[in-house]
Structures are given as structure tokens and as C-alpha cells.
């Protein structure tokens, strides 16, 4: 494994609650990505970070946010959680240089909102 | 905008038969493409980029810019091969990400 960690692995929550999620690396990698998985829709970027304290939006962000205060760790925040966020979320790395094309992906996070 | 479509969202063949799994993309620079697999509920794992033009577990994919594919393909499909298989678009530049298409579950029968 290339020492990245989600947290929680899964979590029920009620709409209208904040829900934090969090990714931790312990490669030293500067990129960090955020993703959905549903049925149909594939993956889909949520959101990304290219540094720490640099973020930018992917193709859904709308309804999260997402903070990285040091290189190790991205967090991924539901506002206020609906039931069309329930989903897998999963986050990847991406280190730098020849050898590390493409992503590693974390184990998940299984979501449900009711 | 890039693009990945995977047209085929399941694919059904029996143990020994010959397996392709296609993928088109459209990207208006110098395309870097990926295969991903996930097992049942497990974690997505690179199984080939383009640029390496390697074999894992049988697999092979190659990029064909004319016709903006770039399928996997097995000659003997193996029942350990039944996952989600999806194929990713790299953009390059400081902000690399990759964009995903929507996966083709494969299924191999005895």
C-alpha cells in the first residue's frame, strides 16, 4: 500500500447534519483528490488539492468543501448532508515524477444518509 | 472538455474466451490513459497506463490516436478476473487530474 488511510470506513448520518471525512497520506504526496462513486456515474471528482492550503473544485463540488491545513491530511466537509450524497467516497494521491503516474486510492468511505 | 465513455456498462463471457473491454476518449492534448480494476468493494488499483505499454495479469491496452480508443483487451478470460474496470483520462499541467468513465462491470462464467 502506498500509506494512505481513509476515516471513517462507514457512516449513517441524518440529513441536515455536517459530515467530516478525512484522508491521511503519509507519502509526502503534494497532490490529494477527493472522489464519488455511484452506480452509473462512475467516479466523479468532488474536489482537489495541489498543495497544502491550495484547493480547487472538481465536476460536483456543489455541497462540499474540502480543507488541507497540512500536507498529510485532506478533509472532506458535507455542509448539510442530503440523501443524494449518499455514496463511496474515495481519495487518491498522486506523487511526483515518472514513476508515479496515475493514482493510489484509498479503501473508502462508505456513506449513508437517511 | 475531456471525455472517457466505456459504452459497454456490462460484459458477460465464459472462462477461456478472448475479453475487450473498449474505451473512447476525446482530449484535445497529448492523451496519458490509465485502466483502473476494483474488486468486489475493494479499493481501485492501476492494472495498465498507456505509456508503459505493459502486460499485467494478461491484460494489455493499446492507444490508437486515430480512432481515439484505447481498449483492454485478454486473449483467455479468467473467473478471477470478474471486477469493475474502469478506464481514466489524464489532463496534465499543475493541476493533473484524471477523469473516469463510467466502468464496465466484467463478469467471467465458468
Known amino acids: 500500500d502506498a500509506g494512505i488511510t481513509q476515516s471513517p470506513r462507514h457512516k449513517v448520518t441524518e440529513t441536515g447534519t455536517p459530515v467530516t471525512l478525512r484522508c491521511h497520506q503519509t507519502e509526502n504526496h503534494r497532490y490529494m483528490y477527493w472522489y464519488r462513486q455511484d452506480p452509473g456515474h462512475g467516479l466523479r471528482l468532488i474536489h482537489y488539492s495541489y498543495g497544502v492550503k491550495d484547493t480547487d473544485k472538481g465536476e460536483v463540488s456543489d455541497g462540499y468543501s474540502v480543507s488541507r491545513s497540512k500536507t498529510e491530511d485532506f478533509l472532506l466537509t458535507l455542509e448539510s448532508a442530503t440523501s443524494s450524497q449518499t455514496s463511496v467516497y474515495f481519495c487518491?494521491?498522486?506523487?511526483?515524477?515518472?514513476?508515479?503516474?496515475?493514482?493510489?486510492f484509498g479503501s473508502g468511505t462508505r456513506l449513508t444518509v437517511v | 472538455a475531456q471525455r472517457v465513455t466505456q459504452p459497454e456498462k456490462l460484459l458477460s463471457v465464459f472462462k477461456g474466451a478472448p475479453v475487450e473491454l473498449k474505451c473512447n476518449y476525446s482530449y484535445s492534448g497529448s492523451p496519458e490513459l490509465f485502466w483502473y480494476v476494483q474488486y468486489s468493494r475493494q479499493r481501485l488499483q492501476l492494472l495498465l497506463r498507456h505509456i508503459s505499454r505493459e502486460s499485467i495479469k494478461g491484460f494489455t491496452a493499446d492507444l490508437n490516436k486515430g480512432e481515439t480508443s484505447f481498449h483492454l483487451k485478454k486473449p483467455f478470460a479468467q473467473e478471477e478476473d470478474s471486477a469493475m474496470y474502469y478506464c481514466a483520462l489524464a489532463s496534465g499541467g499543475s493541476n493533473y487530474k484524471l477523469t473516469f468513465g463510467k466502468g464496465t462491470l466484467l463478469t467471467v462464467n465458468p
Open positions: 487518491a494521491i498522486r506523487g511526483r515524477g515518472a514513476s508515479n503516474y496515475g493514482y493510489t
